[in-house]
């Protein structure tokens, strides 16, 4: 689904923490010298964290420029048929620019996907393995530090804070590689595979890293979010009938305040009945329906009103006794949209009280 809005738009600030799980790296010898073949290091669960910097251009499209740190500690390797002591870690930093995309499925959170290109500078420190009740010595690589580019992948979803505009809580998955993961340990002795001592070269042919982290996002300069607008003040409705009153209905056609036969013919039974009944007054409510404007349809309601009175007059009620009120479109009978000539709404209530 498209995105059509957005919760970022204009510059922006993240921050994000989290777990780093790094795969096994495999380690290749070099060719050129004859040692033994392929090994990997195994890692525990690191850490992961990135601050970045970003704008929102609208429909959902963003960018954004991040600084990264991830460090994992060994905890295994092989192959080996004999068990292993092992230690060091791997340190990687550097930057990333990402390009990422805001979803809105209409729901109070927003997916997010991203692809970002950057590079990092591997560090490991210490690395080394040895046989269990082997002599401890040098068995491996003290520090070294190389450059890699490296590209990544980015899942999320944001969850806006409603107290606070321009503020989100993130939770995101990343995936991040490196195109040439190649760790030189050209002229560095690895006594641990090489008894002899003679130097060797190894390189790593792999890094990948699945990152989970928490995070908090906040859209710089955002206006506060607007209050809910105000309930406008209805026109008063009619007074409420007494259970004892009568009430009488006159339709009208459209645009018209003229009477129809029909229409002489209720106001006729009106005028009889208050006769008829004990009556303290009498009100005559003029209405229409949502066509034509509030105001031109003000007065309609009054004139077609004052024709029903002027009939009751003629018909032998006082004048005395008769109020007359113009409520335009409010107080439809029938609720309809703006616009919809609706017969039922052209009418004039007399109501015999």
């Given at each position: ?59 959902g ?41 805001d ?29 269990v009740?082997a ?139 208050s ?39 003629r ?13 335009g ?25």
């Open positions: 689904m498209l995105a059509h809005a957005q919760p970022v738009v204009g510059p922006y600030v993240s921050l994000g923490a989290g777990i780093n799980l790094q795969q096994d790296e495999i380690v290749a010898p070099d060719l050129e010298i004859p040692v033994a073949g392929d090994h990997h290091y195994s890692f525990d669960t690191g850490f992961a964290g990135q601050a970045s910097i970003g704008y929102g251009f609208g429909y499209l963003r960018a954004e420029v991040e600084g990264d740190y991830f460090t994992d500690s060994i905890n295994g390797h092989g192959p080996s048929d004999v068990p292993q002591v092992v230690g060091g870690k791997e340190q990687k930093y550097g930057g990333m620019a990402n390009v990422l995309y979803i809105d499925l209409g729901l109070p959170v927003y997916p997010y996907v991203g692809v970002g290109l950057g590079g990092q500078a591997v560090e490991h420190d210490n690395f080394y393995s040895r046989d009740g002599r401890p010595g040098p068995t491996g690589v003290n520090t070294q530090v190389h450059g890699a580019y490296a590209y990544q992948g980015i899942a999320g979803v944001a969850f806006p804070v409603p107290i606070v505009s321009g503020l989100s809580l993130t939770l995101e998955y990343r995936f991040m590689g490196l195109f040439n993961p190649v760790g030189p340990y050209g002229e560095v002795s690895y006594k641990g595979f090489n008894p002899v001592g003679f130097p060797v070269a190894r390189n790593f042919s792999n890094d990948l890293n699945h990152s989970i982290l928490l995070g908090v996002r906040y859209a710089l300069w955002q206006p506060p979010a607007p209050p809910p607008p105000p309930v406008p003040n209805a026109a008063p409705p009619p007074p409420a009938a007494p259970e004892a009153a009568r009430t009488y209905l006159v339709f009208f056609d459209w645009d018209r305040a003229d009477l129809s036969e029909r229409a002489r013919q209720i106001i006729a039974t009106a005028a009889s009945a006769t008829h009944v004990q009556t303290t007054r009498i009100e005559v409510n003029g209405y229409t329906d949502l066509s034509g404007t509030a105001a031109y349809n003000q007065r309609l309601s009054v004139r077609r009103a004052q024709s029903v009175e002027a009939e009751l007059v018909d032998g009620v006082a004048a005395s006794e008769i109020g007359i009120h113009g409520y479109e409010s107080h439809p009978l029938v609720p309809t949209a703006p616009g919809v000539r609706e017969p039922q709404n052209r009418r004039v209530e007399i109501i015999l009280h």
